[in-house]
């Protein structure tokens, strides 16, 4: 039997770092985050939509990892290592 605690531990979802050479996971680096892709804008504005189109795809050319699709999973997180920081 196992506790609470224990069983909650057990089932915290351990982020990968997706960026090429990257070896950062959140359960052995706690000071860093971990972020999604950024989203394709689904609304009605053409202008938004084409934007986040852009910026998804320069996140997945800088992340240069040619085993990810143009259409990658939900999964898919870049570590705070690879910002710059105070922006």
Request: proline content about 2%; charged content about 30%.
């Amino acid at each position: 039997v196992i506790s609470v605690l224990e069983f909650s531990v057990y089932l915290t979802m351990v982020n990968f770092c997706s960026v090429f050479n990257c070896a950062n996971r959140s359960d052995r680096e706690s000071d860093r985050s971990f972020y999604r892709l950024p989203a394709i804008v689904k609304r009605n504005n053409v202008e938004k939509q084409s934007l986040s189109r852009e910026r998804r795809a320069t996140w997945l050319a800088r992340i240069r990892r040619e085993d990810l699709s143009a259409d990658p999973a939900e999964w898919v997180r870049v570590c705070s290592d690879h910002f710059i920081t105070g922006m």
